[in-house]
């Protein structure tokens, strides 16, 4: 059977209107929780030179719709333009940041606030037609992917906060034990990877091409941090032949003997998760581990971690008709009974949780929870065009970023689909990153 994209049905302007709408609030109601939690020294502080101080996120999210929407969609004169520069993610690196003479909390509210109401004054009249910006919506729904990738970025550096929590959600509903089998057989073949028909859809999920993909064996559920604390167990961070020489030199120089923020006490492992210390949960997929421990992991296994042509496949390829789907359920947008996304929770949700949004090949947890390293490194696709910027991607290509894929607990619903595209550097920790591991199939 040929492999085939979804198609997208005409939408009417005003379904993109309050699609457009819904995404906005959702985000900053989130990007309010995050910058009214704490006083405002905790927005000024830099917690680590990785992280901008919250006050930065806050002031460059205003900053960026402004650029986008008021100035680009709507033609308006800039109302700050001598703070462009140091709002620029690329002009000033984080660890700079804090010694840059950025606006106060309060100021960075209001002119955060300010470009909002504009922007909510410029939507009402937009007419979603004319050129690429325009055409579906797709400027507004950049940003609102835009402030939900920074509230993720926000919630990480409430993560590596000391102090009190600042921060409540209810836990995940608990699950039976998962007694599916561990694995699933993905059949070789072709399958359309990537969109050229998702409207908000950024310029590296684009365009769908067809990929060939030998057959293999997948994981159901992200790995767990029992499985992992075997490792661990096992010596792995003591032998060297598990790790990629770049890994082994990484943990040795650093003194890595565990997954971020847990530690070893009275013979029990601990972690500490937004405030709180708490026991390892062991049904949970492992949170915080770079891609080198991931990689490590998947060798002690006897397995390897998936290429991104694999995880999307098994992600989006229905067997039964062929096509690739938005979601591993289908295409309809995520619900709270198909993944664990937008903060909902503070927490991934256990193994085997959320069998609504299982793949047609019965793979969980897909989506949401914890993002995924492949052993992919971030290239472009064939016939990939910048768009429309490229400092959102091109700029990123080659072979020092590793891609994740699926998007975490933190990810908001507009900015995680099956064809999202997440990358960083193999050592990278902070982020709510896990991983799920494969081997080959012989072919049929």
């Not at 970025?153 to 993560?159: E, K, P, R, S, V």
């Not at 908000?200 to 293999?216: C, G, I, Q, S, Y």
């Not at 990123?396 to 590793?402: D, L, N, R, S």
Request: aromatic share 12%; net charge negative.
């Amino acid at each position: 059977m040929t492999a085939q994209e979804t198609g997208t049905p005409e939408v009417a302007p005003e379904t993109l209107r309050a699609r457009a709408l819904a995404s906005l609030v959702t985000a900053r109601a989130r990007t309010t929780l995050l910058t009214t939690c704490v006083e405002d020294p905790d927005l000024t502080a830099q917690v680590s030179p990785l992280m901008s101080p919250l006050v930065w996120d806050l002031a460059h999210i205003g900053n960026q719709e402004e650029l986008w929407l008021l100035r680009a969609v709507g033609g308006r004169e800039a109302m700050r333009p001598e703070i462009d520069g140091l709002y620029d993610a690329f002009e000033h690196p984080r660890s700079e940041r804090p010694s840059l003479p950025l606006l106060a909390p309060e100021e960075a509210r209001a002119y955060a606030a300010e470009v909002r109401g504009r922007v909510l004054d410029l939507l009402e009249g937009a007419d979603f037609e004319g050129d690429r910006l325009t055409e579906s919506g797709f400027a507004f729904g950049m940003i609102a992917q835009h402030e939900q990738q920074h509230d993720e970025t926000m919630l990480i550096t409430h993560q590596l906060r000391t102090g009190p929590p600042s921060l409540t959600a209810p836990d995940p509903d608990p699950v039976p034990p998962f007694t599916a089998p561990p694995e699933v057989l993905v059949p070789g073949g072709p399958f359309t990877m990537g969109t050229s028909t998702e409207p908000w859809a950024l310029d590296n999920e684009r365009p769908a091409h067809t990929r060939e993909v030998d057959p293999f064996w997948i994981d159901t559920t992200p790995v767990t941090n029992a499985a992992y604390r075997a490792f661990i167990e096992d010596g792995g961070y003591d032998t060297e032949r598990w790790w990629s020489p770049e890994g082994w030199a990484h943990i040795r120089q650093h003194s890595v003997t565990a997954p971020l923020y847990w530690h070893r006490d009275a013979g029990q492992w601990l972690r500490r998760r937004f405030g709180v210390t708490e026991p390892v949960p062991p049904d949970e997929p492992v949170l915080h581990v770079s891609w080198y421990e991931a990689d490590a992991y998947a060798r002690w296994a006897g397995r390897r971690l998936p290429t991104e042509s694999e995880w999307e496949k098994a992600a989006r390829y229905d067997p039964v008709t062929g096509r690739s789907r938005r979601f591993p359920w289908g295409d309809a947008d995520p619900t709270a009974g198909h993944a664990n996304l937008g903060q909902r929770h503070l927490r991934p949700a256990p193994a085997g949780s959320y069998p609504a949004g299982e793949s047609p090949h019965g793979v969980r947890q897909l989506i949401g929870d914890v993002w995924e390293w492949t052993s992919s490194d971030f290239l472009p696709y064939p016939g990939f065009t910048v768009f429309p910027y490229k400092e959102y991607s091109e700029v990123f290509f080659g072979p020092e970023y590793k891609v994740l894929r699926g998007g975490s607990f933190a990810m908001g619903q507009v900015a995680c689909r099956g064809t999202f595209r997440n990358w960083d550097y193999p050592v990278r920790r902070q982020i709510f990153s896990g991983f799920r591991t494969a081997r080959d199939a012989e072919s049929a």
